[in-house]
């Protein structure tokens, strides 16, 4: 799942990314309205966390375009204006949910799952291919009935190769998925964590599931 927080306040702003990265989201931050809307524009997120007061555009004025637009991502905003008109407003404007600062992350974090739970297009609680299963509810993952021990990122990937299985995903796209587009982005991040992540799901097995596609990227399918 990735999110994007346009906010202009640094410790803010790094704050969240920090907690939710921790939860296993994947976290670009746009400090300014119009790359929060060019963000929005060009790029796939599940979520936006949106400050109301931003520098060259107002959270206001990003939610009018991408709703004008027929981008439907789900909104959260944020705001330190919490007079009822202001609560109002936001919502008329199409966001999914208003959160008055400060506010305590946990809350924050409820709030993006429910959202992101209520979405018609929300991904199973388990996803499964062949014998590998990953629960992103309580980020498990097993193959053949046997745990699988992944650090965070680890799953995020394996979700991401599990997602969009049988598609061949360049190392740019894994990059922005998993690392999110601020990263310092070395392509060589991909490869060693593939290489890391096989060990775990593949190496033990016969039946190998995470492809390389020469040139291209890696696919996780059946066919072997
Ligand atoms: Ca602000």
Known sequence: ????????????????KKGLTEHGFTVDIASEGEDGLYLARTETYDLIVLDVMLPGRSGWSIIKELRSDGIDIPVIFLSAR?????RVHGLELGADDYLVKPFAFSELLARIRIILRRQPLQQPDVMRVEDLELDLIRYKARRGGISLDLTAKE???LSLLLRRRGEVLTRTTISEQVWGINFDSDTNIVD????RLR?????????????TIRGVGYVLDELS
């Open 199 to 211: 060990k775990k799901v593949d190496d033990p097995f016969p039946h190998k599931l995470i492809h």
């Open 192 to 195: 060693v964590a593939i290489r």
């Open 155 to 157: 799953f995020q990937l």
């Open 82 to 86: 919490d007079a009822v008109h202001d």
């Open 1 to 16: 799942m990735r999110i994007l927080i346009v906010e202009d306040e640094n410790k803010t702003a790094n704050y969240l």
